[in-house]
């Protein structure tokens, strides 16, 4: 009644058959005269392929070149972020400026820091900077 080996016929959409499936249809469509439409969905196949993989693979160079590691300059806490960028320290809220070399205090213009050392007598913090920051105000109009 039912026709034998009808069980065995069965198309491997796993690995190989499904590649010969594809080129099956790719050559019966190009047999048609529809090779163009192959052609296209290959190229948009391999786009969506390479794509990515550009994508990715510029990504990490781009984060290879511009991501900076390094330490903050006044507490050392260490530090990941990206060049030219500008950041405040999470841990002593300095702000920082970014660049190959590492991290740097990053100072508005028109500011002048100093590090002054408390030298009180008897004080227990003799030898520990004290950070300074001095604004330098633009001269008054009617200064000569
Ligand atoms: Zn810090």
Not at 28 to 50: E, P, Q, T
Not at 120 to 129: F, I, K
Not at 132 to 142: H, I, K, Q, R
């Amino acid at each position: 009644m039912y026709p034998q080996g009808s069980n065995n016929y069965r198309i491997n959409f796993s690995g190989l058959g499904c590649w010969l499936t594809v080129i099956a249809i790719a050559w019966l469509l190009g047999a048609v005269g529809l090779g163009w439409v192959v052609k296209s969905i290959f190229v948009l196949v391999g786009l969506l392929i390479v794509t990515p993989v550009l994508a990715f693979m510029g990504f990490r160079w781009w984060l290879s070149r511009n991501l900076i590691e390094g330490t903050c300059p006044v507490c050392d806490t260490p530090l990941t972020g990206l060049n030219q960028a500008q950041m405040v320290c999470p841990n002593c809220r300095t702000p920082l400026q970014i660049s190959r070399e590492g991290f740097a205090r990053f100072t508005p213009e028109g500011t002048v820091e100093v590090n002054a050392v408390d030298v009180t007598p008897g004080s227990d913090r003799a030898d520990e900077a004290v950070e300074v920051t001095v604004e330098v105000l633009p001269p008054a109009e009617d200064e000569r």
